[in-house]
């Protein structure tokens, strides 16, 4: 084969635009360029000319909102008016995220970190919670010294974004007294921020967290103002325009509580703990003729000034994982077994049945057999013969065992709902419990496979052991009903609603829950039998009290046997004291004054675990007693508060 050696392997022209190709890629490109220039002009003739009127409204839109103006939180007093709470003006270092430029971000952090005393993280946790606009401010620490104030307001140029403003913070007159009452307020979370932003809400706002803080925070918190104003690009106020709404500052509170009474309560409590060594207890004071609360202490208590300060998360974890739950209202959110003082209910409820009489007179023993269990008494030989008014004198467990089982559990149920357990009383605070009053139906509902109420369960339940439990507020109610006639109340803590001026708003008037459908002679069966509990002597000297007190008192058992086989136990004591408190010559015994209806006061000890050779809460219900009337004898009985682990009444 032949090559060509005349061509060059290469076509040196190969490659070259020629200037015809040139022009056509000159007019394709001219073309592209006219097309953009035209769209372009469209568009904008479209934005500035067709549609100018809608974006202007748009502009002006955005550029004007609202914004909520914060009011002064409202006051809460005691029953004569003695102020429990105040708001007292305080420092607050705020933040605007959008503010801050992204490059000092962490050196703004690390120094107010210093400032503060403040993790560095927990500042940057706040940073995060930006639920809108990153221009709305965020609070970072509340309450600093005016020292510190000083220093960020004069270091504004090296802390951008950042500012101290004055506020009311809560101040809690005083503390632990009436801390479950009251509660406190806190800063909002994120998630209460975005359920409450549409009421007006703001992320560097307070809120009620607990008591009455929580239940009345609408009134408390008054109504926002709302002004119009103008913002920049960046959604910053920069101008107020007009007022929408004028602000409202909350109103204030007046609670049933009577502060010496609480005070009175609280004493003979804290006595009680310290010489029985006891770690919980609760007293509560109320008025029988309309359910108002006149005391209630729970111990131990928190002091609600640290939550109002802002509470450290250490701090908080510490109070919440205390075996001794301090930060729970024991008075409303523990459910105990009510022991003795259920007999209450067993009694009546058989009376009003006609399963006994009055004179209906039953043998006690040591020890009945009940479907071949033996059930003992807490006296080991019994009564005898007694009646309704023995029974209930000597707490004998096997006189209310028989009583119960004539009864019937779901019968003794119903009266146990009649008398408000099982169900929530509707105080005013929040966290209540239900407790537990056993059925047939009930037990089936949580057994697998499904089974009844036994004998010998229905015996303990007329006992107020076994499957019962109560609330302290739930118990005292039930013996407010007995001490008035057979009224149930709602238990109320709040009783008027005041305005900024002092006038009174609104009254909450008591409310009736129910009549029990119980004969008005045999609520006074019982009213008598309550005496005989202290003529009985089973309470030692509380009898010799120159006040007219009648009641019950009560040991319930629980938990695990020690190294001898005994139970710990808690006690309890109920009472109720006539209108006319003091002995009288005609009525040495107090049996004519207990008959009546007309009680001044219902009042409850409850001493947790108490495990003493006495009643526990009998002896603190002395010295109640002893410090409400100004008895001057003492009548206590130290030597019963002792460590014991003898079972009593």
Known sequence: MSVNTDRPLLDPNAGTVTPRQLWRRFLVFGIAIVLVVAGLGLRLFQLQVAEADRFQALAVQRRQGTAAVPVTRGLIYDRKGRQLVENVPVFVVRMVPGEIPYEQRDAVVERLATLLDM?????????DQVMGSSFEPLTIARGVSTQVARVIAEEHLGLPGIS???????????????????GWTGRVTPEEHGRLASEGYL???????????????????????????????????????????????????????????QREAQKALEWGM?????????????????GEILAMVSLPAYDNNEFARGVTTQRYRKLARDPNRPLINLA????????????????????????????????????IMVAGTRMNDWHSYGWGHIDIYGGFAHSSDTFFYQVALRLGVDRLAYWAHEFGFGRKTGVDLPGETVGTVPTHAW????????????????????????????????????????????????????????????????????????????????LKVMRVASRHVLTSRHTLNFVDMPVVVAGKSGTAEYGVRDSKGRLPFHSWFVGFVPREARKKAGDPNGYKAVQRTD??????????????????????????????????????????????NFYGQ
């Open 203 to 261: 992320a560097s706002d307070t809120i009620g967290k607990a008591g009455v803080e929580l239940t009345f925070e609408r009134q408390l918190r008054g109504t926002y103002g709302l002004d119009e104003v103008q913002r920049d690009a960046a959604g910053r106020v920069t101008s107020t325009l007009r007022t929408l709404r004028e602000p409202v500052a909350g109103d204030s509170i007046e609670l049933t509580i009577d502060l010496e009474i």
């Open 119 to 127: 993790d560095r993280l927990r500042i940057y946790q706040i940073m």
């Open 599 to 644: 009680s001044e006061l219902v009042f409850l000890a409850f001493a947790h675990d108490s495990r003493t050779r006495g009643n526990a809460a009998i002896e603190i219900s002395k010295y109640f007693i002893q410090l409400h009337y100004g008895v001057k004898k003492d009548y206590r009985n130290p030597e019963l508060m002792i460590k014991g």
């Open 443 to 522: 037990k089936r509902s949580i057994t697998n496979p499904p089974q009844p109420v036994y004998p010998g369960e229905t015996a303990q339940a007329g006992i107020g052991q076994g499957y019962d439990m109560v609330t302290p507020l739930q118990l005292i109610n039930a013996y407010s009903a007995l001490a008035n006639g057979g009224t149930l109340y709602r238990p109320q803590l709040v009783r008027r609603i005041r305005d900024t001026n002092g006038e009174v708003i609104r009254t909450i008037k008591p409310e009736v829950i129910r009549k029990l459908p119980i004969d008005a002679s045999l």
């Open 332 to 367: 409303i959110s523990e459910q105990l077994p009510p022991g003795s003082t259920y007999k209450l209910i067993t009694g009546i409820g058989a009376l009003q049945d006609r399963k006994i009489l009055p004179s209906t007179r039953i043998r006690t023993a040591g020890h």
């Open 164 to 182: 101290v403003e004055v506020e009311a913070r809560r101040r809690y007159r005083y503390g632990k007294l009436v801390s479950h009452i009251l």
């Open 274 to 290: 310290r010489a029985a060594k006891l770690q919980r207890g609760v007293f509560l004071v109320m008025n029988p003729q309309n």
